[in-house]
């Protein structure tokens, strides 16, 4: 990758806000923030999710209470997501901003068993030797802030797991990635594919093809320019460059066809750099989403096309056909409300807070000289789309997706099929008391049919203030979980996860 020092300076900006920031000193009595959440958790339920995990972590052997594990169905599910809100009665503004915590669920025969650790970051090392929060975070700066040389300062390593043959990968957006030893969830340290890609954002939705071949990319919203990556299936790094005149947006996914690079850019737009980082996003609902397209081989050839205003954050899949019409699905907003509202209010604890009932699966149709077409399913809310990975970049029916059901509006409790050839697939709902996660498709042993196998999804339920992991019938989640198995206690809701067969 060929970059000058204000191009690389550039970068570790947007992911770290400031270089060499000095300390911002602040009277702290009592932290508001802090204070209405340990309320709200006499009356919340759902703020079971969002306490602080042990910061020796966790094991423990999950109890079958229901069904019995599919034939053929061994492996481990490795899940992360933000687990330290808090130090030192001090509590961070914005739910992204905890300390990321690596889940490693194994499945088999003999059980099942959980384990998770905290990425051992240098923030987080720094920090446990504090006893106090030092870094600035995307939604949060806390008092007396120590000074920060660059983005991975301030890397909490928190949204995402990728297995690159015998490493596993913590995910953040701003920063490296983060090695850790599959099994045991030791943190080896910051990934670097060269030493002139240091510190450079490794983003935490890479995509990995049906050849192996991973793509991922790196967002400088401040620059608009994102560095795309290109890593061989062995793990080595085939490319990686900048391109520029991407507009600046939260851009937190992307997706692939078998011959294009595919973003989606909403209306939320940086301005000037400050801290916290998202203060510098404005939403302007004046100007159109943008959607752009980089060809895999040549990363200069490129097609832009305006959409309705909008934001998201996750693609379900996409596939291209002969004549460069690309066909997508994406959990699409009309707004940016929970990003820029919801998230912090949930971290005081506010009721209502977790409703994110804005995001509804669309079907998005960009076609040769720039003309699109969206298509709304059904009012219902959705997010963290799935497809049958084996389909990736190609032509696929089922789409599955978290659903909300208005037990209270904290909790989502369905999980969603859709067919995108005749509409609606069918639904269940865990009922009352449950907050679903992202739930993975894993395909049936021995089959190649798409939609042939299973989802395995995690569950805080709150009601018996534990966790759960399920396995359901891909093509008839209807019938409920065929394997049901509780942890004998909780762990903090998470985003986003990988899975390895045994």
Known sequence: MK??????LGLMLAAGGVASAPGMARALELDP??????????????TLGMVDAPAEGLNGTAQLFHGALPEGLSGVLHRNGPGRFSRNDWRYRHWFDGDGMVHRWEISDQGVTHRARF?????????????????PALGSVPPDMAGIRGPDDMNVANTSVIRIGDELLALWEGGSAWSLDPETLATHGV???????????????????????????????????????RID????????????????????????TDRSLVFLIGCDRMGEMQLPIIA???????????????????????????LPPGFLFHFGGAWEEADGTIRLQAAIADNADFAYDGAFRAMRGEAGSMDPDQSRMRHVTLRPGGRVDIETHEDLFAEFPQIDARFIGQQHRHTWHIGQHRHTPDETSNIVRRDGSDGP??????????????????????????????????????????TELHVLDAMNLSAGPVASWRLPYSVPLGFHGTWTNA
């Open 33 to 46: 923030v802090y204070d209405s959440f340990e309320r709200a958790r006499l009356t919340q339920p759902w």
């Open 280 to 306: 510098g996003y404005k939403w302007q609902d004046n100007i159109p989403m943008r959607a752009v397209v980089f060809d895999k081989e040549d990363w200069s050839v490129r097609r832009d096309f305006d």
């Open 119 to 135: 990425v051992q970051t240098n923030k987080w090392r720094m920090e446990e030797e504090a006893g106090r929060f030092l870094m």
């Open 233 to 256: 299936p062995d793990g080595s790094l085939r490319k990686a460059d900048l391109v520029r005149d991407v507009p600046g947006g939260m851009i937190h996914d992307f997706v692939i």
């Open 3 to 8: 970059t000058n020092r204000r191009e690389t």
């Open 425 to 466: 697939g069918d639904a269940y709902d865990y009922g009352a008391g449950r907050n679903v996660e992202e739930a993975l498709f894993v395909p049936r042993e021995g089959s190649s049919r798409e939609g042939d196998g299973w989802l395995v999804q995690t569950v805080l339920n709150t009601a018996e203030a534990v």
């Open 191 to 229: 990934k670097n594919w060269s030493p002139e890609l240091s510190s450079m954002p490794f983003s935490a939705h890479p995509s990995r093809d049906v050849d192996g071949t991973i793509w991922n990319f790196g967002a400088d919203p401040f620059r608009e320019q994102l560095v795309l990556w």
